[in-house]
């Protein structure tokens, strides 16, 4: 079947190319793209290869909301027309039959996918909106993590960075009732953190954290989740634990060794968790159904809403740097 895509290619533009999907397979289902979420995190790291789930040309995207168009003779449990969410494509080839690496594949118009695997796709919540429940992964990686790290309420946390994955854990860590604190170097990315129900803020770039944290919690946070991706800040972030607190790895490091200093982490007697992926169903079904109910008010972090002709630009922008004002991106197919 006939799709147009997001390619990356190895030198890193992007372009909208037809592609040629295979048709459903007995077990696999076909669904017309509405919407895609963006993954600046994730997404730019496969595009810069600081990690690698396939060579290049790519189509990058995990996670995207639309409507099923056919059904394959095995599938009992899903009927032409359902609203799905979904994590990405299974197979995608270029004119000429050159194979494109999907990681996942969801910045696509249409979407081939084995539905009842861990990553294949399931009915949206009735009340969800798709050009929000689109984004549904990143949320669910900071839920996982704090389900993983389960800190109690009232007690203190410590969410260091809050682009996407920081802000689903602020908003988890805020559900559970806990004093949040939200550090980070961008003032917009602190605003948003606050709506998703952070209590204090701190910025990076103009105060002394350690300083401002102690303030809050004298003797370091319950649990700090390091949610950057950026190894550098590690040990800043292991600084910010109480004794016998709780350190989480919540972002992703890339496949190259990391380093910390040992000492600090040993001495406070610390448990470290290592979240990966998004905590699969019962994460990803648990945060659109907050977003149907409106306790999970996602929509307030995507700033940018765009059609997919203009996601080659928006992506060059993320790559290279050049507007800070990207944090949330939905591309919309029907256009």
């Known amino acids: 079947m006939k799709a147009r895509a997001l390619i990356c290619d190895d030198r890193q ?6 592609v040629t999907l295979r048709d459903p397979g007995p077990d696999q289902i076909a ?22 789930w396939g060579p290049y040309p790519l189509c990058t995207g995990y996670m995207g909301a639309g409507v099923v168009e056919a059904v394959g003779k095995d599938i009992t449990n899903f009927a032409v027309g359902d609203e799905v969410y979904f994590r990405g494509n299974d197979y995608m080839e270029l004119a000429g039959g050159r194979r494109v690496s999907c990681v996942q594949g969801a910045h696509c118009s249409s979407v081939v996918t084995r539905p009842n695997t861990s990553h294949g796709a399931a009915k949206m919540i009735p009340g969800a909106r798709m050009d929000t429940a689109c984004s549904f992964v990143m949320p669910a990686v900071g839920l996982f993590g704090t389900d993983m790290a389960n800190p109690r309420m009232g007690q203190t946390t410590v969410v260091y960075g809050v682009g996407l994955i920081g802000l689903g854990v602020v908003a988890a860590c ?7 604190i939200a550090v980070d170097i ?17 910025n990076g770039s103009s105060q002394n954290v350690p300083a401002e944290v102690r303030k809050i919690a004298p003797e370091g946070a319950d649990v700090v989740f390091e949610s950057t991706g950026l190894p550098q800040c590690l040990d800043p972030a292991i600084e910010l634990c109480r004794p016998f607190g ?17 000492i600090p982490p040993h001495g406070k007697r610390l448990k470290m968790f290592f979240p990966c992926d998004d905590g699969l169903q019962a994460c990803r079904r648990a945060v659109v159904k ?14 940018h809403r ?5 996601a080659p630009a928006v992506f060059d922008k993320i790559n290279k740097g050049t507007d800070k004002s990207i944090i949330g991106v939905v591309i919309g197919w029907n256009d």
């Open 174 to 180: 805020a559900h559970r009732g806990c004093v949040v």
């Open 306 to 310: 765009i059609g997919f002709q203009e």
């Open 186 to 202: 961008n003032q917009k990315q602190l605003e948003l953190a606050k709506e998703m129900g952070a209590d204090h803020l701190i």
């Open 290 to 303: 907050n977003m149907a109910m409106g306790a999970l008010k996602w929509e307030k972090t995507i700033t």
């Open 31 to 52: 669904i017309r793209t509405h919407y895609s979420g963006v993954s600046i995190g994730t997404e730019f790291a496969l595009i810069r290869n600081k990690i690698s």
């Open 13 to 18: 533009r992007f372009s909208i190319d037809d």
């Open 246 to 262: 709780s350190f989480v790895w919540q972002g992703n490091y890339g496949e190259a060794p990391v380093s910390l200093h040992f």
